[in-house]
Nanobody, 116 residues
Framework: VQLQASGGGLVQAGGSLRLSCAAT???????????MGWYRQAPGQQRELVAV???????NYVDSVKGRFTISRNNSRKTVYLQMNSLKPEDTAFYHC????????WGQGTLVTVSS
């Protein structure tokens, strides 16, 4: 399975971005049962899991993004989304998606830069 994240960019603090992550090379039955997550990695820091959506649609977030980020998925399109509002400079990072086991190919991710 290959994962392609997109939608990043440069935004001012308080702004919004919507990230997408499409899974290719897989069949529907591989993607839809998986709990999926959005991860981010800032320079010099470890990768952090910030949002999870289960196969049934239940969502969970790390405290630092609760109330600002929303994760969703479209199984027919094999795509996971991350709506990011009220962005802060500390949200600056490369963003990737993967299943919660992290055992699919990570891909390049998409860079989000939030200026103050």
């Amino acid at each position: 399975v290959q994962l392609q994240a997109s939608g990043g960019g440069l935004v001012q603090a308080g702004g919004s971005l919507r990230l997408s992550c499409a899974a290719t090379g897989s069949i529907f039955s591989v993607f839809s049962p998986k709990d999926m997550g959005w991860y981010r990695q800032a320079p010099g820091q470890q990768r952090e899991l910030v949002a999870v959506i289960t196969s049934s649609g239940t969502t969970n977030y790390v405290d630092s993004v609760k109330g600002r980020f929303t994760i969703s998925r479209n199984n027919s399109r094999k795509t996971v989304y991350l709506q990011m509002n009220s962005l802060k400079p500390e949200d600056t990072a490369f963003y990737h998606c993967n299943n919660v086991q992290g055992d699919w190919n990570w891909g390049q991710g998409t860079l989000v830069t939030v200026s103050s």
